[in-house]
């Protein structure tokens, strides 16, 4: 009783348009795996929206009917958008009430959605969000980082060159970004280019799914983890955190360094591979210890 009390006290404040005789436009977040996430505020404006946009409504409609919505749904994802944009803003123009969600998640956050909400705001019509579960925000509260800089970039462009050009711009801050089951191993691996492979990461899988992951571990330890290829693992939706370089005034003996690189020529790797490793492994520049150690080449 006090739960359905306190939906029905605070929704009114939500299904009326202010501004206008318009209708209002709902950004309504669904759950990203664990249907029992749903809000109690999710359900009552989905149920009192005249349509329901979304990806996949084959998808979405066993949602609904697990929480017995009846609301028609149609489709709304990036390979109609904009006919279907023109369409949703002129029955919000009408007067009716329109909600977009997306398969699971918040819409517009790498889903579609954002050319429907600046179409709105800019016929003024009032953009309402309705929020819910983040697997950003999830796997970031169950990090360990520090969550007060962070910076969410979707997904990592395809080509190396672009996704290293992005890591390096904003190691100032921790990142956050989603990762393909198919592309998880080959990412973890390009990592190891920019990155000491002790680094410790987040890479958190299904969650709040049945077999959600949380991966707290070194990049290396990463890479040998889903190297085996195990097909549960491989499976899903990842989400990798990757924290923020700390700027540390470091003191390393010119013989630790030393004996590093011994150890990597006597096990032999390459003079210039080794340079490469010694210097990712201290975080020094290659020019600072390059023609130092000449010698040990030969």
Known sequence: MIASYYRFKNLHSTNKNKKSNYGILYVVATPIGNINDMTYRAIEVLSNSHIIATENTRHSKKLLNFYGI????????????SERCDFLINLLLEGKNISI??????????DP????????????IRVCPIPGVSSIIAAISASGFAS???KFIGFLPKKNIQKIGILKENS??????????????KTLEELCSIYNFEKKIIVAKEMTKI??????????NQIQ???????????GEFTIIIPKEEKQILNISEDKIKNFLILLLENKVLYNSAIKITCKHFS????VIYKKYLHLAN
């Open 70 to 81: 009846k609301t028609r749904l149609i489709s709304y994802h990036k390979y109609n958008e």
């Open 101 to 110: 969600i997306s398969d699971a998640g918040t819409p517009t956050i790498s």
């Open 113 to 124: 959605g954002d050319i429907i909400v600046s179409k709105a705001h800019s016929k003024n």
């Open 148 to 150: 007060d800089d962070f």
């Open 172 to 185: 100032n801050v921790s990142l956050v970004f989603f990762e393909s089951p198919n592309r998880i191993l």
């Open 211 to 220: 077999y959600e992951d949380i991966i707290y571990d070194s990049l290396f």
């Open 225 to 235: 983890y889903f190297s085996k290829n195990n097909n549960e693992k491989i499976k």
């Open 284 to 287: 020094i520049k290659k020019n």
